[in-house]
């Protein structure tokens, strides 16, 4: 199981152990309010995205997500 975490309060240390979800990382939110719809419905599109990627691989099974 993975752990989420907020880089604000741990900090943004690169470690073998974590993975940083941020926009400019491929795992970061592609949909933007306005041009891919209203707020919810971009959040609704993201969780869609990544609950899709995350089935393809394995790869943040055991990591800590910041």
């Known amino acids: 199981m993975c752990k989420v975490l907020n880089a604000r ?3 943004q240390r690169p470690a073998p152990d974590r993975i940083y979800v941020g926009r400019p990382s491929k795992w970061g939110n592609p949909f933007v ?21 995350l089935e393809q691989t394995r790869t943040i099974s055991h ?3 910041l």
């Open 9 to 11: 309060q741990v900090g």
């Open 33 to 53: 309010i306005g041009r891919d719809g209203s707020r919810d419905e971009v959040i609704a599109k993201y969780r869609a995205w990544i609950a899709q990627c």
């Open 63 to 65: 990591r800590t997500i």
